[in-house]
């Protein structure tokens, strides 16, 4: 067995036989030598990296899996880079964790090193959503935070989300920087394990109140809300970390009738009732939509392990629960927000809204009717972050989203925020209530005066280091080997993320892309169609993201507009070859 090994990566995982390696990962590594060389080479072929939601992997022994020493060697490569960044200050950071197996023990292994390297920490007690991790960065003048979660990966999977003093999660240069810093680690016996308890801090309930306070003063329609008190809404944590505060962030707002989903309010990181915790997909929303008819409830919510994110179902024509996409969940909310705050007087002229490059186009129509500031920023809710920190003091950010579910209303939380967006989310169902209209006919309101806007998502795995290589291979493909024809529709410009170049294909024009480099690609066909290509960053996936648009003349013609639409984006994944 061990002549086909590597190596290289034998000697990589050899030094995890030795101290200060405990008996435990160094039993665990022996077996994986000995009886298993596929998975001894996933495990270290290389080290974890930080992408778009920071470090994440499978749980057990090796460099690439999520374990106390990848852990720890994260820890003291921040560490290291927080004393570069601000010599001679006294530093402290804030830590929290999700439901997942293993969080609080790796929350506490931060906080154990941050405290050997003089660093106050402020731990909270027991799990927290993300966004109230980013909310005490601010409060308590951190320069810098972690959150151990792995989001709605499965069970198998842990993560460490590193953030910065602004709140919002670790860019360029500081990803990569601290990338660099845990990269110069060259032997465990430069992490400091040794903890200083003195300096680690347990946190909770007061937070929460502060946090909570300023999701309530959020609401823009309290009046109404007071009308429609009785307005039902069945919200699941999926077992995660929104179980306390998503039901009180309602009932501060004025929901008297929200009902939940028992067996998925018990905190489990086996996630015991999904196949998978992720609110994009329809079976996590199952139980929840089962509820909801016995209860008679008009609205569904349902937010991921860390609560940052939020899937929604309301009810159709038919009276039949139907699933929003993300995009069409931030269309409402945004129509919403920025109705409300022409209503009340509030737009000066000097606010704004920020979506992803691959979330709907509508949300910057809707901006344009209120003559609101829109801007686009790569996929990554730390890119909203960055806008939101460089026009701070200057422009009021209204709030924003990206299509994979994640909303933000106000800045107090500099990344997405499931338990403000589930209580904005319930007022926006309750306005529209309010007019005797369902966020259904309010969408379908949307389609006739914006256009009808239809996404589609489809996300290829491709696991491991053959599936890594298999990815570059399908972008070098699409790069270098672009059709002239996607779906009989002519291909008219290519916008190339990772060179940072548009091109026009019927002009030859090319001009720059002012955004941070990316391996994304877009492609726009001549009937105003976008489709976009990009790896993730935080999954063995290659996404393709799909938008076509049609005219909606009136509401009687939209199960005949959105058949006519889905049509359309079949054919396009079909001259692709990727369905």
Same mark, same amino acid.
């Given at each position: 067995?061990?002549?086909?090994?590597?190596?290289?990566?034998?000697?990589?995982?050899?030094?995890?036989?030795?101290?200060?390696?405990?008996?435990?990962?160094?039993?665990?590594?022996?077996?994986?030598?000995?009886?298993?060389?596929?998975?001894?080479?996933?495990?270290?072929?290389?080290?974890?990296?930080?992408?778009?939601?920071?470090?994440?992997?499978?749980?057990?022994?090796?460099?690439?899996?999520?374990?106390?020493?990848?852990?720890?060697?994260?820890?003291?490569?921040?560490?290291?880079?927080?004393?570069?960044?601000?010599?001679?200050?006294?530093?402290?950071?804030?830590?929290?964790?999700?439901?997942?197996?293993?969080?609080?023990?790796?929350?506490?292994?931060?906080?154990?090193?941050?405290?050997?390297?003089?660093?106050?920490?402020?731990?909270?007690?027991?799990?927290?959503?993300?966004?109230?991790?980013?909310?005490?960065?601010?409060?308590?003048?951190?320069?810098?935070?972690?959150?151990?979660?792995?989001?709605?990966?499965?069970?198998?999977?842990?993560?460490?989300?590193?953030?910065?003093?602004?709140?919002?999660?670790?860019?360029?240069?500081?990803?990569?920087?601290?990338?660099?810093?845990?990269?110069?680690?060259?032997?465990?016996?430069?992490?400091?394990?040794?903890?200083?308890?003195?300096?680690?801090?347990?946190?909770?309930?007061?937070?929460?109140?502060?946090?909570?306070?300023?999701?309530?003063?959020?609401s823009l329609s309290p009046e109404t809300i007071k009308r429609q008190k009785d307005f039902r809404i069945v919200y699941t944590p999926i077992h995660g970390t929104g179980v306390e505060l998503v039901p009180k962030a309602l009932s501060a707002?004025?929901?008297?009738?929200?009902?939940?989903?028992?067996?998925?309010?018990?905190?489990?990181?086996?996630?015991?009732?999904?196949?998978?915790?992720?609110?994009?997909?329809?079976?996590?929303?199952?139980?929840?939509?089962?509820?909801?008819?016995?209860?008679?409830?008009?609205?569904?919510?349902?937010?991921?392990?860390?609560?940052?994110?939020?899937?929604?179902?309301?009810?159709?024509?038919?009276?039949?629960?139907?699933?929003?996409?993300?995009?069409?969940?931030?269309?409402?909310?945004?129509?919403?927000?920025?109705?409300?705050?022409?209503?009340?007087?509030?737009?000066?002229?000097?606010?704004?809204?920020?979506?992803?490059?691959? #979330?709907? +186009?509508?949300?910057?129509?809707?901006?344009? %009717?209120?003559? !609101?500031?829109? @801007?686009?920023?790569?996929? *990554?809710? $730390?890119?909203?972050?960055?806008?939101?920190?460089?026009?701070?003091?200057?422009?009021?950010?209204?709030?924003?989203?990206?299509?994979?579910?994640?909303?933000?209303?106000?800045?107090?939380?500099?990344?997405?925020?499931?338990?403000?967006?589930?209580?904005?989310?319930?007022?926006?169902?309750?306005?529209?209530?309010?007019?005797?209209?369902?966020?259904?006919?309010?969408?379908?309101?949307?389609?006739?005066?914006?256009?009808?806007?239809?996404?589609?998502?489809?996300?290829?795995?491709?696991?491991?280091?053959?599936?890594?290589?298999?990815?570059?291979?399908?972008?070098?493909?699409?790069?270098?080997?672009?059709?002239?024809?996607?779906?009989?529709?002519?291909?008219?410009?290519?916008?190339?993320?990772?060179?940072?170049?548009?091109?026009?294909?019927? #002009?030859? +024009?090319?001009?720059?892309?002012?955004?941070? %480099?990316?391996? !994304?690609?877009? @492609?726009?066909?001549?009937? *105003?169609? $976008?489709?976009?290509?990009?790896?993730?960053?935080?999954?063995?996936?290659?996404?393709?993201?799909?938008?076509?648009?049609?005219?909606?003349?009136?509401?009687?013609?939209?199960?005949?507009?959105?058949?006519?639409?889905?049509?359309?984006?079949?054919?396009?994944?079909?001259?692709?070859?990727?369905?």
């Amino acid at each position: 067995m061990k002549a086909q090994i590597d190596p290289q990566l034998l000697a990589k995982a050899n030094e995890w036989l030795k101290p200060p390696y405990d008996q435990e990962t160094r039993n665990a590594v022996k077996n994986l030598i000995d009886s298993n060389p596929k998975e001894l080479e996933e495990s270290f072929y290389r080290s974890l990296e930080f992408g778009t939601g920071g470090l994440r992997g499978i749980m057990g022994v090796g460099t690439n899996r999520m374990n106390k020493y990848t852990v720890a060697k994260a820890t003291q490569g921040l560490a290291n880079y927080m004393k570069k960044m601000f010599p001679g200050k006294e530093l402290s950071m804030a830590v929290a964790h999700d439901c997942r197996n293993n969080s609080p023990y790796f929350a506490r292994i931060t906080a154990e090193v941050m405290s050997a390297n003089d660093i106050r920490v402020y731990l909270f007690e027991s799990l927290r959503p993300t966004p109230e991790l980013s909310f005490a960065i601010r409060e308590l003048n951190c320069q810098s935070g972690v959150m151990i979660t792995a989001s709605h990966n499965p069970k198998e999977y842990n993560g460490y989300k590193a953030y910065w003093d602004d709140g919002g999660q670790l860019i360029a240069p500081h990803d990569k920087n601290v990338i660099a810093e845990v990269e110069k680690i060259s032997s465990l016996d430069e992490v400091k394990f040794e903890a200083k308890n003195e300096l680690i801090e347990n946190i909770g309930a007061a937070i929460d109140a502060k946090y909570l306070s300023r999701v309530k003063a959020l609401s823009l329609s309290p009046e109404t809300i007071k009308r429609q008190k009785d307005f039902r809404i069945v919200y699941t944590p999926i077992h995660g970390t929104g179980v306390e505060l998503v039901p009180k962030a309602l009932s501060a707002f004025g929901f008297e009738a929200v009902y939940n989903v028992p067996a998925q309010d018990e905190v489990d990181g086996n996630f015991p009732t999904v196949h998978s915790p992720n609110p994009e997909e329809p079976a996590a929303l199952k139980m929840a939509i089962e509820r909801a008819y016995e209860v008679d409830a008009q609205l569904v919510m349902a937010t991921d392990p860390d609560a940052d994110r939020v899937g929604i179902a309301v009810r159709d024509d038919k009276n039949e629960f139907v699933l929003l996409n993300g995009n069409q969940a931030a269309s409402l909310l945004i129509y919403y927000l920025l109705t409300k705050w022409d209503e009340n007087n509030k737009l000066t002229g000097n606010e704004y809204i920020v979506k992803t490059i691959v #979330t709907s +186009e509508l949300l910057f129509d809707i901006a344009d %009717k209120f003559k !609101v500031e829109k @801007f686009d920023v790569l996929t *990554g809710f $730390k890119y909203i972050a960055n806008i939101i920190k460089k026009y701070e003091g200057k422009k009021t950010f209204i709030g924003g989203g990206e299509e994979s579910y994640g909303y933000l209303v106000g800045d107090f939380v500099r990344d997405k925020d499931a338990v403000s967006s589930c209580a904005m989310l319930a007022e926006t169902a309750a306005w529209a209530a309010d007019q005797g209209k369902s966020m259904f006919s309010l969408l379908k309101d949307l389609y006739v005066e914006f256009g009808f806007y239809k996404e589609n998502l489809l996300s290829v795995t491709k696991k491991g280091k053959e599936g890594a290589q298999a990815i570059k291979a399908m972008m070098d493909k699409f790069r270098n080997n672009t059709p002239k024809l996607i779906g009989g529709i002519e291909l008219v410009q290519i916008k190339d993320y990772k060179n940072s170049t548009i091109r026009n294909l019927k #002009t030859g +024009e090319q001009t720059a892309i002012d955004l941070p %480099k990316s391996d !994304v690609l877009q @492609f726009l066909l001549e009937d *105003g169609s $976008k489709i976009s290509v990009r790896p993730s960053g935080t999954e063995p996936k290659i996404k393709f993201y799909f938008g076509v648009k049609g005219i909606l003349d009136q509401v009687a013609q939209f199960e005949e507009t959105d058949k006519h639409l889905d049509k359309k984006i079949e054919a396009i994944k079909a001259s692709l070859e990727i369905a």
